[in-house]
């Protein structure tokens, strides 16, 4: 389904909104003021893909870090701030290029207006955070949650707009799939602000990316959302892969090696799981888009491997390798990695395309 068009806003050098294609975002998990490894999560999520990153302004010394992180980061950087609007403005100040901030751990209005007011005057984005586990109380009495989430919100943009502020982006978060896709869907229908998409608080890294999958896939494919997190109890670097396996899941954006593997049975003769941990490992830093498949028996195995850039199919004793649907050799399974990793060494050196 092709994206709702959505007005479009800049984040540093980054453009969001008005149907381009989906930014990914993550968020770094040290306090700023050890710059060193704050920079560190910074340059290993950008090679990982992130496009975007944001990180907590909880004090003054995060603030103060900002000019040092900035002047070295590969990306825009967005400020976290809660309860203390001073910190909004004196980050704004010291050069963030974004903004976060909730309605929920705002202390007023007024408080609201200043820092959309100084935005404007700096010409600097913000995000308009709506999250389940900090709405204002008086949104806690609606029958749903969806509904109180797209209210703050509401409230939120119409003090930034009763000061001609408009470079905003909502989001509209629960750790509730269900709630959070229909919040999504109902601010969807009343505004064209950009949206930033995530399950907030979605866990461990399997069960937070298949929730995040869920919620995040089944909005984009309805052609919401503008930019996405996805927000695990894990490394940046996990963030930013997982979110580019839900987009090329959808086909919106694609970026490094899908991995094609069968979950093995009975006819399996194979180790394919210690040989698809072991490809997934060394493959993991390439940017190409390239499709690999390791099969186990012939199956599915044989069609699956000749229409990936590269794949083998298990035989009895041996396998058959393919480029881009030819057969190379046959290959025992202890050189399987070793074949693969050379054949996309070649692949990528010639720039052969995808």
């Given at each position: 389904?092709?994206?709702?068009?959505?007005?479009?806003?800049?984040?540093?050098?980054?453009?969001?909104?008005?149907?381009?294609?989906?930014?990914?975002?993550?968020?770094?998990?040290?306090?700023?003021?050890?710059?060193?490894?704050t920079?560190l999560?910074?340059?290993?999520a950008?090679?990982?893909?992130?496009?975007?990153?944001?990180?907590?302004?909880?004090?003054?010394?995060?603030?103060?870090?900002?000019?040092d992180?900035?002047?070295?980061?590969?990306?825009?950087?967005?400020?976290?701030?809660?309860?203390?609007?001073?910190?909004?403005?004196?980050?704004?100040?010291?050069?963030?290029?974004?903004?976060?901030?909730?309605?929920?751990?705002?202390?007023?209005?007024?408080?609201?207006?200043?820092?959309?007011?100084?935005?404007?005057?700096?010409?600097?984005?913000?995000?308009?955070?709506?999250?389940?586990?900090?709405?204002?109380?008086?949104?806690?009495?609606?029958?749903?949650?969806?509904?109180?989430?797209?209210?703050?919100?509401?409230?939120?943009?119409?003090?930034?707009?009763?000061?001609?502020?408009?470079?905003?982006?909502?989001?509209?978060?629960?750790?509730?799939?269900?709630?959070?896709?229909?919040?999504?869907?109902?601010?969807?229908?009343?505004?064209?602000?950009?949206?930033?998409?995530?399950?907030?608080?979605?866990?461990?890294?399997?069960?937070?990316?298949?929730?995040?999958?869920?919620g995040?896939?089944?909005?984009l494919?309805?052609?919401?959302?503008?930019?996405?997190?996805?927000?695990?109890?894990?490394?940046?670097?996990?963030?930013?892969?997982?979110?580019?396996?839900?987009?090329?899941?959808?086909?919106?954006?694609?970026?490094?090696?899908?991995?094609?593997?069968?979950?093995?049975?009975?006819?399996?003769?194979?180790?394919?799981?210690?040989?698809?941990?072991?490809?997934?490992?060394?493959?993991?830093?390439?940017r190409?888009?390239?499709k690999?498949?390791?099969?186990?028996?012939?199956?599915?195995?044989?069609?699956?491997?000749?229409?990936?850039?590269?794949?083998?199919?298990?035989?009895?004793?041996?396998?058959?390798?393919?480029?881009?649907?030819?057969?190379?050799?046959?290959?025992?399974?202890?050189?399987?990695?070793?074949r693969?990793?050379?054949?996309?060494?070649?692949?990528?050196?010639?720039?052969?395309?995808?």
């Amino acid at each position: 389904m092709p994206s709702k068009k959505t007005k479009i806003i800049r984040v540093g050098s980054v453009l969001i909104g008005g149907g381009l294609p989906i930014v990914v975002q993550s968020m770094t998990k040290v306090h700023p003021k050890a710059v060193r490894l704050t920079l560190l999560q910074i340059r290993e999520a950008y090679e990982a893909g992130c496009e975007i990153m944001r990180i907590a302004l909880p004090d003054e010394e995060a603030v103060e870090a900002i000019p040092d992180i900035r002047s070295q980061s590969p990306v825009p950087l967005i400020g976290d701030v809660h309860f203390v609007p001073k910190l909004a403005l004196k980050a704004l100040e010291k050069g963030i290029d974004g903004l976060r901030i909730n309605p929920g751990t705002m202390p007023s209005r007024k408080a609201m207006r200043e820092i959309f007011e100084a935005a404007k005057e700096k010409k600097v984005a913000i995000r308009i955070g709506v999250n389940a586990g900090s709405l204002p109380k008086k949104y806690l009495h609606y029958d749903k949650l969806s509904s109180a989430l797209v209210a703050s919100a509401l409230e939120a943009l119409e003090i930034a707009e009763s000061v001609g502020f408009q470079e905003i982006k909502v989001s509209l978060k629960a750790t509730d799939v269900m709630e959070t896709i229909e919040a999504y869907r109902k601010f969807s229908q009343i505004s064209d602000y950009p949206l930033h998409l995530g399950i907030t608080e979605a866990g461990p890294p399997l069960s937070g990316a298949i929730k995040s999958a869920v919620g995040i896939g089944i909005l984009l494919n309805e052609g919401i959302g503008d930019t996405i997190r996805v927000s695990l109890t894990a490394s940046p670097v996990l963030e930013v892969r997982a979110a580019y396996h839900i987009l090329g899941a959808l086909g919106l954006r694609r970026r490094g090696v899908e991995i094609i593997s069968c979950p093995t049975c009975g006819r399996c003769e194979v180790d394919l799981s210690k040989i698809v941990a072991e490809l997934e490992a060394k493959l993991s830093s390439i940017r190409e888009p390239l499709k690999i498949a390791v099969m186990g028996c012939i199956v599915n195995g044989p069609r699956e491997a000749k229409n990936a850039d590269i794949g083998i199919a298990a035989g009895k004793k041996y396998g058959v390798l393919f480029k881009k649907g030819k057969v190379i050799e046959k290959i025992p399974p202890t050189k399987w990695a070793e074949r693969i990793m050379e054949e996309v060494n070649r692949f990528l050196s010639s720039k052969e395309p995808s």
